[in-house]
C-alpha cells in the first residue's frame, strides 16, 4: 500500500467531480488525490458521512488533507465536527464557517422554484451571475463550465441548496481545530464575503489567508494554475510538519495527576453522572478530563473537541467500537447533544 498523504477535494453545489480537473492538472504527485461526489443528500451531515466512508481503506499511517470548494467546505468542517480519525490538514476554497443568513432564505427558495421549473434557463443564468468577464469571453472554459453545471442535475441542486440553507455554524468549533490550514476566497467572489473568509481564517490557529486578486467564486476553473501553487505550498507544509502525538506522548504534556484520586462529572442539577478513577486502565482519562476542566472549567462541546484530539489514535477506534471506550463515548455525546457537564476533582 502507497504511504503517500490522502488529498481528498469535496465539490461544491451544482458541481460534479469535473470541477477539480484544472487544480489537479497542476498538482502534481505529492498526495494520493481523492474527489468524493456528494451530490445526492440534503443534508450536510450525511455529506460529511459518505466522505468519511470513501476514506475507509486510508490507515492512519497515512497523512489526510481534506479540501472543501463552496459547498465542499462546509462538509469538510462537518467531517472535523465530528472526526473518525486525525486530520492534518484542511483547505476551504470560497467556503467559510458561518452559517447561512436568515436573509437569505427567500433567495434560496426563489432560486430552487427557478432550478425545478426551467433548469437549462437556470444554469445560464446561474453561470453568468458565478462567472467573471474574462471567463464569459472564454468560449471554450464557458462551454466546460456550464456543461458541469448542467450535468450537476436539477434535483442534486435542490437538495444541496436546501443542506447549505441549514448546515450548522462552526465558527465555535473551528476554533479548537489544530492542524495545518488555508483559506482561500476570491477578492471579486459575489456568494462568499472576503471578511467571512477572513474571520475564518483568524478563527483557526496559524491558518493562511489568501485573497486572489480578481477572482470570483470559481477558482477551481478559473484560476486553476494561482490556487494550485497555494494548495502545493500547504500540501508540502502540512507533509513536513511533524505527525500528530500518539496518546501516550499525548499523557507526557499533560498536567500530573498523582493529587487526585478521582474526578467527577455533573449534570444541570449537579448531580454526578459518572466518576473516572486513578487507577490502571483510567488514569489516561482522568489526565485528560482532568486537563479539559483546567483549560474551559467544564466539559462542553469545544472541551469535548478537544478531548479527542488528546486522545488521538483511540479516538478513531471508539467511533469503530461504541462501547470500548466509554470516557470517550462521552465526548461524543457531548458534541452531538450539546450537553454541558460540570466537573468536580476528589483529591487524595
Not at 10 to 21: C, K, L, Q, S
Not at 28 to 56: F, H, S, Y
Amino acid at each position: 500500500m502507497s504511504a503517500r498523504p490522502v488529498l481528498v477535494l469535496i465539490p461544491g453545489m451544482t458541481n460534479t467531480p469535473r470541477v477539480f480537473d484544472r487544480l489537479i492538472a497542476h498538482l502534481g504527485d505529492q498526495v494520493e488525490i481523492r474527489v468524493v461526489d456528494v451530490r445526492g443528500p440534503a443534508d450536510i451531515a450525511k455529506m460529511a458521512e459518505r466522505t468519511w466512508r470513501a476514506l475507509i481503506d486510508v490507515g492512519t499511517e497515512r497523512k489526510l488533507l481534506i479540501a472543501g470548494f463552496s459547498m465542499g467546505g462546509y462538509v469538510a468542517l462537518q467531517m472535523l465536527a465530528l472526526p473518525l480519525r486525525n486530520v492534518e490538514g484542511l483547505a476551504l476554497i470560497c467556503s467559510t464557517a458561518h452559517p447561512d443568513q436568515p436573509e437569505a432564505a427567500p433567495m434560496r427558495e426563489r432560486a430552487i422554484s427557478s432550478a425545478a421549473r426551467d433548469w437549462p434557463r437556470y444554469v445560464e443564468k446561474l453561470g453568468e451571475f458565478l462567472m467573471t468577464r474574462a471567463s464569459q469571453n472564454d468560449p471554450s472554459l464557458r462551454a466546460a463550465l456550464l456543461a458541469d453545471l448542467h450535468e450537476a442535475g436539477a434535483e442534486s441542486t435542490i437538495a444541496q441548496m436546501r443542506a447549505v440553507m441549514n448546515r450548522p455554524d462552526q465558527r465555535a468549533m473551528i476554533r479548537g481545530l489544530m492542524l495545518n490550514a488555508l483559506v482561500v476566497v476570491g477578492s471579486d467572489d459575489p456568494l462568499i464575503p472576503i471578511e467571512d473568509a477572513r474571520a475564518t481564517a483568524q478563527a483557526i490557529a496559524d491558518a493562511k489567508f489568501e485573497a486572489l486578486p480578481g477572482a470570483g467564486h470559481l477558482i477551481p476553473w478559473e484560476q486553476p494554475s494561482e490556487l494550485a501553487a497555494l494548495i502545493r505550498d500547504w500540501i508540502r507544509q502540512t507533509i513536513n510538519e511533524a505527525r500528530a502525538m500518539s496518546f501516550a506522548d499525548t499523557l507526557k504534556s499533560l498536567p500530573p495527576i498523582t493529587h487526585l484520586a478521582a474526578l467527577e462529572l455533573l449534570d444541570a442539577s449537579g448531580s454526578t453522572v459518572a466518576v473516572i478513577e486513578n487507577k490502571p486502565g483510567k488514569a489516561g482519562s482522568l489526565a485528560v478530563y482532568s486537563a479539559l476542566a483546567a483549560r474551559h472549567g467544564k466539559i462542553d462541546p469545544a472541551a469535548a473537541r478537544e478531548g479527542l484530539e488528546l486522545f488521538a489514535e483511540h479516538t478513531a477506534d471508539a467511533r469503530a467500537n461504541p462501547g470500548k471506550h466509554p470516557n470517550i463515548d462521552r465526548l461524543i455525546e457531548v458534541i452531538e447533544s450539546g450537553t454541558v457537564l460540570g466537573v468536580r476533582t476528589v483529591a487524595l
